[in-house]
């Protein structure tokens, strides 16, 4: 079957790609510097930072409890 985590990468890192605003106004959109992708699982939550021509810059596994989340919004 493959790695899943390679998979769950390769499938968030794809739908990014493919995301484009829609119904925004050139100003809207030309304003969006980051893109965030996160899969919200069980017990830890993969989390993609992407820049406006979708490279990846960041990136963590943060774990499912108030005080991670909290960082995750920090950070």
């Known amino acids: 079957m493959g790695d899943p985590q390679a998979k769950k990468e390769r499938w968030m890192i794809e739908a990014a790609e493919h995301?484009?605003?829609?119904?925004?106004?050139?100003e809207?959109?030309?304003?969006?510097?980051?893109?965030?992708?996160i899969d919200?699982?069980?017990?830890n939550h993969q989390v993609y930072v992407l820049d406006r021509q979708r490279r990846r810059?960041?990136?963590r596994v943060v774990p499912h409890d108030g005080a991670s989340l909290a960082q995750l919004g920090t950070w």
């Not at 995301?19 to 050139?26: C, N």
Request: hydrophobic residues 30%.
């Open 28 to 37: 809207a959109s030309t304003a969006h510097q980051w893109f965030v992708g």
């Open 40 to 43: 919200w699982g069980d017990k």
């Open 57 to 59: 810059v960041g990136e």
């Open 19 to 26: 995301t484009q605003p829609t119904g925004l106004s050139h």
